[in-house]
């Protein structure tokens, strides 16, 4: 598992992650909402994406939030990696600094290791020295990978829009 890195979104792949977009959806993952707009307008997706990382234009209760796209060997979008920049509401606590999401082909690979141990060093990049991140207590697969990083348990909460337990770690960024 080479040549893998986190980018900052492009126009340059936006074959490649609108594909990754239809996995999400086809898949019926959760955070298919995050990427909706890219089908619609790829350029006034990537402008939001923009805005967003510099803290411009943002919605209520939203903090600046950057995003990143895991290119694989053959240089194709297989994950997407989002990071708040801080957690000061009670609805960011609900939420967590990160969230990310491995294409449905690649995953049980170790790509959900690699995004988050890439992702790690870019919130340390913008001062955090410690994330929250969150996990539905029945995805086996990011338990584990929150456990690689020695995740610390937190607390638990019920999603009031998926009704799933959630459980929430705290990680440190200094790897």
């Known amino acids: 598992m080479q040549n893998i890195s986190l980018i900052e979104p492009s126009v340059s792949y936006k074959a490649s992650f609108l594909d990754f977009v239809l996995d999400v959806k086809v898949t019926g993952y959760e955070s298919y909402v995050h990427y909706a707009t890219a089908e619609e307008n790829f350029d006034e997706f990537l ?53 990310y999401e491995i294409k449905s082909t690649h995953r049980k690979m170790g790509y959900g290791t690699k995004i988050l141990k890439l992702g790690l060093a870019e919130a340390k990049n913008i001062g955090l020295d410690v994330v929250l991140i969150n996990c ?9 990978i929150i456990e690689k990083f020695n995740g610390k348990y937190k607390t638990s909460f019920n999603d009031p829009e998926t009704k799933k337990i959630v459980k929430q ?6 790897l």
């Open 169 to 174: 770690f705290e990680v440190s960024t200094l």
């Open 47 to 99: 402008l939001r994406l923009k805005e967003a990382h510099e803290g411009v234009n943002l919605p209520e209760n939203r903090v600046p939030c950057s995003s990143y796209w895991l290119i694989d060997e053959r240089d194709e979008v297989v994950g997407v990696f989002r990071i708040r920049h801080r957690v000061d509401s009670d609805f960011l606590q609900l939420i967590g600094h990160i969230g």
């Open 136 to 144: 539905d207590d029945d995805n086996w697969g990011s338990l584990r």
